[in-house]
């Protein structure tokens, strides 16, 4: 069991690589702006390390006289910042000793006004009395170094900063809290018991006997394996949480779609004129919409032509929309459909759509029954008419019906009545999008997203280790077999926490950071 036991120490947090930078870091203190460089209210300027208080009390210059070295953790102090026998700002200086604080070593944050110079002015001091720069994200980096948080949760901390929508925003706290951290912990000491049975086992065949254990560690290697590929099937969800819906307007020319655009930002983005073809190449914008990111690009429209430049628009039209994950079909129901129709009704085949009647305001031609007929028509096999929640017929003039996508993948179609002039149903298509993702409703209390590909990434990894588990369980092989495999599929998992990670990924990751955090 010893013998085991100094074999795992090399997939824990003792790893070499991290006592020599923990070595190194502890005799350095780093400083660095942690508020955006511009005129604002109030600028942070952040230091920590074994020498930010005595590096601030050079400086600093309290109100009452007292110095910083004297005064309790997680206390403010009023005074000024001086540079010599300049006063360089009035500021308040907030004092968090470790181990309790965010880096886990003494942090000193001066929150002085917020102008560009000011801040640098007192960054300069900083470095001249004895800190040094930051590099990005390194005082995240000394958290996770020091103990105070797991790789996933310092991760979640670049997901915070980034988030762009409720959602995502929700996902990120709910990491940084240890949701991500709590499941792979669990799995992991499940799989390190049983792999320290199989190793003392073999170490003392004579008392202790593995007669049978394969099977026993079946049912358990089982359940670990259904517990990853849920993490795994909440991948694509955790993509379209962290980086939007990839949206794609599909429509002929003239259909509406860049002034669909312009309404959904709120500005003249996109060029709308009555000339078609306007439109040549992919225009694409980022809009919040009713708490979720929609990454949303407005195309060429879809038509046969010979202008090669037009022609390279519907090409990439065609392609966006093949990878898209939802697309706006734009229809301008004041002309009759036609084959530039039926060809953008195949290239929605399978994926999640509404389809827009726009122009609404003037005298139509196209009802949501000549819709379905012709989608009907171009995806037989895929389609089943609903209306009202009963099979119906379709009426010409329903707004209310739905396309029923079957077979393969369940979703809905909405056929929407809307005019992008008048704004009529542009309410309705945003409460039917927040519907057709995430129900609406994201319990990130009870529910774990992965919104980081390479945890996507360590838990494939991780599964296919535990599949070689049960295929020499079912070739009855040695016992010896699962414990290697076992041991695969553990530091697999370590590589989300950051348990059983190299030096250069860390510090890759933490490249990435905005400086200051």
Same mark, same amino acid.
């Given at each position: 069991?010893?013998?085991?036991?100094?074999?795992?120490?090399?997939?824990?947090?003792?790893?070499?690589?991290?006592?020599?930078?923990?070595?190194?870091?502890?005799?350095?203190?780093?400083?660095? %702006?942690?508020?955006?460089?511009?005129?604002?209210?109030?600028?942070?300027?952040?230091?920590?390390?074994?020498?930010?208080?005595?590096?601030?009390?050079?400086?600093?210059?309290?109100?009452?006289?007292?110095?910083?070295?004297?005064?309790?953790?997680?206390?403010?102090?009023?005074?000024?910042?001086?540079?010599?026998?300049?006063?360089?700002?009035?500021?308040?200086?907030?004092?968090?000793?470790?181990?309790?604080?965010?880096?886990?070593?003494?942090?000193?944050?001066?929150?002085?006004?917020?102008?560009?110079?000011?801040?640098?002015?007192?960054?300069?001091?900083?470095?001249?009395?004895?800190?040094?720069?930051?590099?990005?994200?390194?005082?995240? *980096?000394?958290?996770?170094?020091?103990?105070?948080?797991?790789?996933?949760?310092?991760?979640?901390?670049?997901?915070?900063?980034?988030?762009?929508?409720?959602?995502? &925003?929700?996902?990120?706290?709910?990491?940084?809290?240890?949701?991500?951290?709590?499941?792979?912990?669990? %799995?992991?000491?499940?799989?390190?018991?049983?792999?320290?049975?199989?190793?003392?086992?073999?170490?003392?065949?004579?008392?202790?006997?593995?007669?049978?254990?394969?099977?026993?560690?079946?049912?358990?290697?089982?359940?670990?394996?259904?517990?990853?590929?849920?993490?795994? @099937?909440?991948?694509?969800?955790?993509?379209?949480?962290?980086?939007?819906?990839?949206?794609?307007?599909?429509?002929?020319?003239?259909?509406?779609?860049?002034?669909?655009?312009?309404?959904?930002?709120?500005?003249?983005?996109?060029?709308?004129?009555?000339?078609?073809?306007?439109?040549?190449?992919?225009?694409?914008?980022?809009?919040?919409?009713?708490?979720?990111?929609?990454? %949303?690009?407005?195309?060429?429209?879809?038509?046969?032509?010979?202008?090669?430049?037009?022609?390279?628009?519907?090409?990439?039209?065609?392609?966006?929309?093949?990878?898209?994950?939802?697309?706006?079909?734009?229809?301008?129901?004041?002309?009759?459909?036609?084959?530039?129709?039926?060809?953008?009704?195949?290239?929605? @085949?399978?994926?999640?759509?509404?389809?827009?009647?726009?122009?609404?305001? &003037?005298?139509?031609?196209?009802?949501?029954?000549?819709?379905?007929?012709?989608?009907?028509?171009?995806?037989?096999?895929?389609?089943?008419?609903?209306?009202?929640?009963?099979?119906?017929?379709?009426?010409?003039?329903?707004?209310?019906?739905?396309?029923?996508?079957?077979? %393969?993948?369940?979703?809905?179609?909405?056929?929407?009545?809307?005019? =992008? *002039?008048?704004?009529?149903?542009?309410?309705?298509?945003?409460?039917?999008?927040?519907?057709?993702?995430?129900?609406?409703?994201?319990?990130?209390?009870?529910?774990?997203?992965?919104?980081?590909?390479?945890?996507? =990434?360590?838990?494939?990894?991780?599964?296919?280790?535990?599949?070689?588990?049960?295929?020499?369980?079912?070739?009855?092989?040695?016992?010896?077999?699962?414990?290697?495999?076992?041991?695969?599929?553990?530091?697999?998992?370590?590589?989300?926490?950051?348990?059983?990670?190299?030096?250069?990924?860390?510090?890759?990751?933490?490249?990435?950071?905005?400086?200051?955090?």
């Amino acid at each position: 069991m010893l013998k085991f036991y100094f074999q795992h120490r090399k997939y824990g947090i003792q790893a070499e690589w991290r006592e020599k930078y923990l070595e190194y870091q502890y005799d350095a203190t780093i400083a660095a %702006i942690s508020t955006a460089v511009s005129s604002a209210g109030i600028g942070i300027v952040r230091m920590s390390g074994p020498e930010a208080v005595e590096i601030a009390d050079r400086i600093y210059v309290g109100k009452n006289g007292k110095k910083l070295r004297g005064q309790k953790s997680h206390t403010i102090h009023y005074g000024y910042v001086v540079d010599g026998e300049d006063t360089v700002d009035e500021v308040l200086v907030m004092l968090m000793r470790g181990p309790h604080s965010f880096t886990g070593e003494d942090t000193v944050e001066i929150n002085c006004h917020g102008g560009v110079y000011v801040v640098k002015r007192i960054l300069e001091i900083l470095i001249r009395y004895g800190a040094r720069p930051a590099q990005p994200g390194e005082f995240t *980096k000394r958290a996770f170094l020091n103990g105070r948080m797991d790789l996933s949760q310092a991760e979640a901390v670049g997901d915070l900063i980034e988030a762009r929508n409720k959602y995502a &925003l929700q996902s990120s706290v709910s990491q940084l809290k240890g949701s991500v951290k709590k499941e792979i912990h669990r %799995i992991r000491k499940k799989i390190i018991y049983h792999t320290a049975f199989i190793e003392t086992a073999l170490d003392d065949p004579e008392h202790i006997s593995v007669d049978g254990y394969g099977q026993e560690l079946r049912v358990y290697v089982d359940e670990w394996m259904k517990d990853i590929r849920h993490l795994l @099937d909440t991948c694509e969800d955790g993509r379209i949480i962290k980086e939007g819906i990839r949206t794609v307007i599909l429509g002929k020319p003239n259909a509406g779609k860049s002034s669909l655009l312009n309404v959904l930002l709120g500005e003249e983005r996109a060029i709308v004129t009555d000339v078609a073809g306007t439109t040549r190449d992919v225009l694409e914008e980022h809009i919040n919409l009713k708490g979720i990111s929609l990454n %949303i690009m407005d195309t060429a429209g879809i038509r046969d032509t010979e202008d090669i430049v037009e022609k390279i628009g519907v090409d990439r039209a065609k392609r966006y929309a093949d990878q898209a994950d939802l697309i706006l079909y734009v229809i301008d129901a004041s002309r009759p459909l036609d084959e530039n129709d039926r060809e953008i009704m195949r290239l929605m @085949d399978g994926k999640t759509s509404v389809i827009l009647l726009n122009k609404s305001d &003037l005298d139509v031609v196209v009802g949501a029954g000549d819709v379905e007929e012709m989608y009907r028509s171009c995806n037989p096999k895929r389609v089943e008419l609903r209306y009202d929640g009963n099979l119906a017929k379709m009426q010409r003039t329903s707004s209310d019906c739905k396309i029923i996508c079957g077979e %393969i993948k369940k979703f809905t179609i909405p056929i929407i009545d809307v005019s =992008a *002039k008048d704004l009529k149903g542009i309410d309705r298509m945003e409460e039917i999008l927040t519907s057709m993702f995430f129900e609406g409703n994201l319990a990130f209390n009870d529910e774990i997203y992965i919104t980081n590909v390479r945890h996507k =990434a360590a838990l494939k990894d991780a599964y296919t280790a535990l599949e070689r588990v049960t295929e020499s369980i079912d070739s009855d092989m040695p016992e010896d077999f699962y414990s290697i495999d076992l041991m695969d599929a553990y530091e697999s998992l370590g590589h989300i926490t950051g348990e059983t990670i190299g030096e250069d990924l860390v510090n890759e990751i933490f490249s990435k950071f905005c400086m200051g955090k």
